[in-house]
């Protein structure tokens, strides 16, 4: 399967789960958003910044930006952009 299709594929099935959300409330949201990104986070420390180093186009990277984005005051958000600045 070429990486565009993959691609695409994924953007579906995200947008899918995007419909399923809009029943979410705002702050539960908030809260699942913050969840991903600390776990995402904390997965990044214990398998090393060389496994999971912080490039546009890895999906780990490009999900915590667009986080950050929407939650810039968020604790979370913080330590993702002072780990990933260095």
């Given at each position: 399967?070429s990486?565009?299709?993959?691609?695409?594929?994924?953007?579906?099935?995200?947008?899918?789960?995007?419909?399923k959300?809009?029943?979410?409330?705002?702050?539960?949201?908030?809260?699942?958003?913050a969840?991903?990104?600390?776990a995402?986070?904390?997965?990044?420390?214990y398998?090393?910044?060389?496994?999971?180093?912080?490039?546009?186009?890895?999906?780990?990277?490009?999900?915590?930006?667009m986080?950050?984005?929407?939650?810039?005051?968020?604790?979370?958000?913080?330590?993702?952009?002072e780990?990933?600045?260095?």
């Open positions: 399967m990486k565009e299709i993959e691609q695409q594929q994924c953007q579906a099935c995200y947008e899918r789960q995007l419909q959300s809009e029943g979410v409330l705002p702050s539960e949201l908030s809260d699942l958003l969840r991903v990104m600390r995402l986070i904390l997965t990044r420390e398998v090393g910044e060389d496994v999971l180093p912080p490039i546009k186009g890895w999906e780990w990277y490009d999900a915590c930006m986080i950050a984005e929407k939650m810039p005051e968020n604790e979370w958000t913080t330590i993702f952009l780990k990933i600045e260095g």
